[in-house]
């Protein structure tokens, strides 16, 4: 039952984040924009699914933004839906200039993800976006508190997300989405083609039948 609510909860958010978020975006028709090869992925993805999935959903993402975090659940809620024909890829967007500890945030869960424990991270970062986005350096306790939660070596957990290696992977992230014209957070790409984020789960349920037809 609380799933539930907490999906209510969020269809709600994202209906009053959505008359916002598309003004800080520049949304597009579903299928106007083709990402072309800059969307074709590579062993640097962070991938979920079935490798075989008929569906890709990329979504570039700022895990301090409040439409990302509005988005989650209903992210949640279709990769289990759509198990086995939906296959879910996150890439990097963090938008420094409005949220100061979204580039942290996405060091922490790549720094997690050299101990294979990215999405675990992922989770974390997202149920708790409420308390670490007001934190004036997360990086510090935060996130080692959350690694410590999900099982990482927390020493070496600290020592990567200070590793200036470990910005290539965001940096090139922002590169493609700077390619693609992305402007705003969350954006997402099916089956290679820009998607107008859609205002519930109803309508996201929709799109992805139509493209598994």
Partial sequence: MSGLIKLGVAAVLIFGIFGIWRYVTAPTDSGSVSGGALLDLTDKDWVRGASDAPV???????????????????????????????KFVVRHYPLMQIHPNALGAARAAEAAGRQ????????????????????????????????SQ?????????????????????????????????????????????????RSLEEFQQVIKAAIK
Wanted: net charge negative; proline share 5%; hydrophobic share 35%.
């Fill in 116 to 147: 294979e424990k990215f999405w675990d991270m992922y989770h974390l970062l997202y149920t708790n976006q409420n308390e670490w986005s007001v934190a004036s350096d997360p990086m510090k306790s935060m996130f080692p508190a959350y690694a």
């Fill in 150 to 198: 999900i099982g990482l070596d927390v020493e070496r957990f600290r020592q990567d997300m200070t590793d200036a290696t470990l910005d290539d992977k965001i940096t090139n992230d922002r590169k493609t989405g700077n390619e693609l014209e992305i402007t705003g957070t969350p954006s997402f790409f099916l089956n290679g083609k820009k998607l107008e984020s859609p």
């Fill in 56 to 86: 890709t959903l990329i979504e570039y993402t700022d895990f301090q933004c409040p439409a990302c975090g509005a988005y989650y659940p209903i992210i949640e809620q279709l990769s289990k839906e759509f198990e086995g024909k939906l």
